[in-house]
């Protein structure tokens, strides 16, 4: 466990992503970006539009690389981080293959790393448990509300136990109660799974309310503009929301992003 | 915590138990109204003598002579005459009785007719239970009522076949006045019967429409005379006012009216006659109609030098006329009414659009008459020849396509590349390519196959390339976040993905396989395929070759729909859980 809390699970020193560079069409996507992440923590990325949270994500994915600066994912690069399989990853949509039942979906990932048939069946329940969709493992993705396909997404994407889980907006496209409860139920299974958490959104309150330590970024180039712990206790209820101490890192937050849009 | 929104709601269907008697009235009784016309028919056909035309020259009372023909021969070569013949054998008699097989059709049909209304009477008690079967019925009723359209001779001139067409059309409007959902397959059936009503209705009102008027009608008298100069002593004795004669005859005999500068009339064998050089055969009005008379070029009309008056054929009209007997003007023009077609609704007519019996009876007809096989069975055998061309093309055009498309999703620029070629080549017409095939591969099945494959290939390059791009590009980095090799992205999500599109080209290139067996067929000179039957029938022109066109043309289209229908079922297995829209 020491070791573990030594080395950071996201090491970004100086990164920067510039596309198209030195080329006309030139954007600064990232600039000068320092970010460490610890085993276990729960990191939001917030910001406006363009400010470059996805595109840090994507970087930490090994989906792109870095222009400049040094990037280590469990103190490796981040290609053998991505064949090593380090990272369970979650999108918007939940980007199920709509020719696969639930079980066949969350064993997708199984399949392609090669785990026998009974290993894969075994580890997707576990996964559908989970996420509480044991019984509609035999349904189709068209067969689920818009919920469930996302909570069919997030057991895939911790069906072979990564150490760390990306998040892009992953609960973006689901209306406010929806979004509430997925919130609740991401929180109990994050402590279920101790997995290390990158979350990318647009909404601060849901920033503040899951969050351990919540990024603020700024667009145009995009970075980091401050870094707020949230010292709020787990487990956070709903209760949480009501709390004083909730509504002072909202509007602490809610500043931050102000000044950082008015740059 | 668990969501039970579940996505797929199941449909609540309400029913109105108040609405629901009053609703069904009107079709129930539109059904009786059927079922009463369908017992006129069987009562009709029950009663019929064994040697009524309508039996005897229906499509089953045909078929009936032949096979009784057919049990006369040692060896039938087709099924059905063996069968014959073998129950000839059975019966220990040299042949079948006409007679004995005619009644049999007969009860084939009253069984027809039979089964109609029991299926109606079925439809009737399952409208008012509110029952979905009793729509199924009343579509089995249409089905079995339709059958009769293919079977009652055409032109008996009784009203039978207007009976079979009215029972139809009360069931249809049965159909959709019913309460209930239209199915697929219903409504399939009901567009059907529809376009056989609209095909046999469109050639009554054709018919009705083709309007002749007869030249001469009424007022146009004449005598017979045995020879030409009986006729011309006749006008010279002034019995008649004219005579009707054949030009070249009349010339050498008398001098032309209006007369030349230098003629001279007394040196014909009749000097005071004329023939008029000149008739007017302007337009002229019968009742409301205008009628153009042609004047058949080769007549001549002859009239005395005093009276060449008569210069308009109208003015013939209340004339006292001669003509000589056996005549041209007599056998051809005078007393024959000549037709003038007022109306030509050309495309309508028996030998461009024959009725459903006439393609029917063409179908359960031997080829040539007292034939060994049945037309249908000729088809069939081409039909079978040509689609297996048709499958051979469509599996290289299908395999082709999937290749090239897989190629050009996976290589950029060899699609950059090669595509505006592919594109390129589906605008080259086949009719050109398809000879030069034939001379490099050798005129056989293979040329042909590879003709067809020429149709067929494109749509299915087209739709792998879209579909196998077509995963969401979060899809494509799911599956790099696994590591997943180009392999697994292929068979695990591109290749899943592009199969709906690929189906979708799998069905257009199925029936257009057909088309390209067929075109293809004829420059390989392949006799028996279905474009060798359809260059046959078509070459000939005429009332009794249209039928085997059409029926040619159906034989075709089967096949084409059957290829439709298999793969359509392929795709259903195989994509029955993807989304449904």
Redesign the interface.
Known sequence: MSIKAAQPVILAQNVSKIYNPNTEEQVIALENIDLQVQAGEFISLIGPSGCGKSTLL?LI?N?ITPTSGALRINNKDPHQA??D?D???V???A?L???R?VQKNVE??L???RYPASERRARAQAALNLV??SQFYNH??????G??QQ?VAIARALVFEPSLLLMDEPFGALDEF?RE?MN??LLRIWQETQTTIIFVTHSIPEAIFLSSRVVVMSPRPGRITSIVDIDLPYPRVFETREEPRYFEKLTAVRELLRDAHEV | MTDFSYGRNAESVRSHPRLVTTRVLLPAALIVLAIAVNLALLTRITALEIDNPLLVDSTLGELAVWLAAQSEQEAPQSMLGQLARAQAVRAGAASLDTAALLTLMQRIMVGILAVSVALAAAAVVGLFANSARGRTALIGSLIVTLLPLFILPVGTGDNTLMLVMAACVLLITAYFAAPGRITRFHSFVAVLAIIFLVWEGSKAVAAALDYRVAVPATNWEYTGYPTLDDALVALEAGEIDAVIADRSAVRDLMAPFPLAAESEPESFAYPNLRYLTNINTGEAVLGIFPVTPAFPGRLAVVVTAAGGGLSDLNSLLNKRIGTPTGEFADERYLSAPREVILLDLRILNDLNLPHLQNIAEALLQPARRNGPLLLARILADAALHTWGEAVLGFGIGGLLGFLLGTLFAHFAPVERGLLPYVVASQTVPILAIAPMVVIWLGAGPQAVAVISAYLTFFPVTINTLRGLRSPHPNAIELMRSYAASRREVMWKLRFPAALPYIFTALKVSATASVVGAIIGELPSSIRSGLGRAILDFSSDYSLVSTPKLWAAILAAASIGILSFLIVGLVEYLVLRHYIRN
């Open positions: 994507r994915a989906l991505r064949l399989r990272y369970g990853m999108f918007q949509s980007t293959l709509e020719w039942t997708l990932p399949e392609i790393m509480e969709l189709y993705p068209w067969q689920l509300s919920g469930m909570r929806t409860r609740m139920e």
